[in-house]
């Protein structure tokens, strides 16, 4: 593990820590703090990062799935800034995929091959097992979780939904851990030329989801549990979304993995407020990307309020999985506040 970092003082630019969930091509650049680049250190690799979550009731870690190790990573935060290297290792899955931190700190991780949701109790260790193991009843389209803030557990999958035999992103949904975890309901989230495969929802303070089925735009649901508020679909931004996360103040950030039509790159989408444009359903924006490592395979996304936090995917170039630290304030290119990556 090397985790690259300015040598700079970072200005914080929003307070307070928002939880969501959530998960590059080209080699590190060379260098030491005598031509302005962070310092190196070795240890545990993340092989291929694919999707994060941030500790929101006391900001304290970031958890990174590695999907090749089949281990979430355990980052304890200094000012916002992951450790060099994680502070613990939780295995014992299958096949991992998403992962979420609830509003009361415990750990959700899907694993994908057994069909299980892993409930770890706050601050999971490297010995920890899961105090609640969920059997998923799905077979299609399993892949991540979220968690609202009252701490309902949104399991994703996908399903037939049409008489055309067309498929729709679907969530089952439980009861709060402390009220046993029991099914609630489920529902639809339609579908669309992307595919229908459920690739991140994150919740807001109020309850407000946004989540990204397929290829496509994000959409905004106000009251997704109630069924109340209708759907906001995102039509500028992201070409390609793969992951978001709500900030502080209602800001949106997405990651994008870029696409042909319209032409764009890998990059982060800053959306202030997802209702302000010149046309509805058309939101003001604009993108970072990084000026060192190359942000080539932008996956999950995770805030604690003051930076965001990108996994990537593996790189062989780079012999890892990448996280970049960014601070979301900052359009166009920028130096990350940390990059976090390792030899495989």
């Not at 444009?277 to 604009?286: A, H």
Request: aromatic share 8%.
């Amino acid at each position: 593990m090397r985790v690259r970092e300015r040598l700079r003082v970072l200005v914080c630019c929003v307070a307070g820590a928002v939880f969501g969930l959530s998960a590059c091509s080209g080699a590190a650049p060379s260098g030491g703090a005598s031509s302005g680049m962070p310092q190196m250190a070795s240890g545990h690799p993340v092989n291929r990062a694919m999707s994060a979550s941030i500790d929101a009731a006391s900001a304290r870690h970031l958890y990174v799935s590695d999907i090749q190790a089949n281990a979430i990573l355990r980052f304890p935060l200094k000012g916002g800034i992951p450790a060099q290297t994680p502070d613990a290792v939780i295995g014992g899955f299958l096949g991992l995929r998403g992962i979420a931190v609830g509003p009361d700190g415990r750990v959700y991780a899907i694993d994908r091959d057994a069909r299980t949701l892993s409930v770890f109790n706050p601050a999971p260790t490297s010995s920890s097992k899961p105090v609640r193991v969920l059997a998923i009843r799905h077979n299609d389209g399993v892949g991540t979780v979220g968690v609202d803030r009252l701490g309902r557990v949104y399991v994703n999958y996908t399903q037939v939904c049409t008489t055309e035999g067309f498929d729709c992103g679907m969530s089952d949904i439980f009861s709060p851990f402390a009220q046993g975890l029991k099914f609630l309901k489920k529902i639809a989230f339609g579908g669309g030329p992307g595919g229908a495969v459920i690739r991140s929802m994150s919740f807001d303070l109020s309850d407000t989801l946004v989540e990204e089925s397929g290829s496509q735009g994000p959409a905004v649901y106000a009251d997704a549990f109630g069924g109340g508020g209708g759907v906001y679909p995102l039509f500028c931004g992201a070409t390609n979304d793969s992951g978001n996360v709500w900030n502080a103040g209602g800001q949106l950030d997405e990651t994008d993995l870029g696409g042909i039509q319209p032409k764009s790159p890998p990059q982060v989408v800053v959306v202030p407020n997802y209702l302000v444009g010149k046309i509805s359903n058309c939101p003001t924006f604009y993108t970072i990307t990084s000026a060192t490592v190359p942000l080539n395979n932008p996956l999950a996304i995770a805030t604690n309020g003051k930076f965001i936090y990108v996994s990537s995917s593996f790189e062989s170039q780079v012999g890892s999985g990448i996280v970049f630290v960014l601070d979301p304030a900052v359009a166009g290119s920028q130096v990350p506040a940390a990059v976090i990556d390792g030899a495989a």
